[in-house]
């Protein structure tokens, strides 16, 4: 079992940038994938990116180019950095974590884009 902590949420302007990070309370070596994922109000919960053991990465289309996903497997964290922010990204922001066929998520951290 793994708890999972996400912070970095807030309000900032179209264009800005936002660092979200996750914090795992055990060693995340072994969990393949960990990732983010976002729900904005009255749709479905979605994929932003993934980040495998071994480093290998998956972004959503809408995000290509703009988001950064990255882990330390020493700190035990996950962090996703949000570049070119714009209002379609508005949305609850969870960390996952997949460890023995079981998925793992967060409380969830609010980003909120909007001049």
């Known amino acids: 079992q793994v708890q999972l902590v996400e912070s970095g949420g807030g309000l900032v302007q179209p264009g800005g940038s936002l660092r979200l990070s996750c914090a795992a309370s055990r060693t995340i070596f072994s969990i393949n994938p960990m990732g983010w994922y976002r729900q904005a109000p009255g749709k479905e919960r979605e994929l932003v990116a993934t980040i495998g053991r071994g480093g290998f990465v998956n972004y959503a289309d809408s995000v290509k180019g703009r988001f950064t996903i990255s882990r330390d497997n020493a700190k035990r964290t996950v962090d996703l950095q949000m570049n070119s922010l714009k209002r379609e990204d508005t949305a609850v922001y969870y960390c996952?974590?997949?460890?023995?066929?079981?998925?793992?998520w967060g409380q969830g951290t609010q980003v909120t884009v909007s001049s």
């Open positions: 996952s974590a997949v460890s023995a066929s079981v998925t793992y």
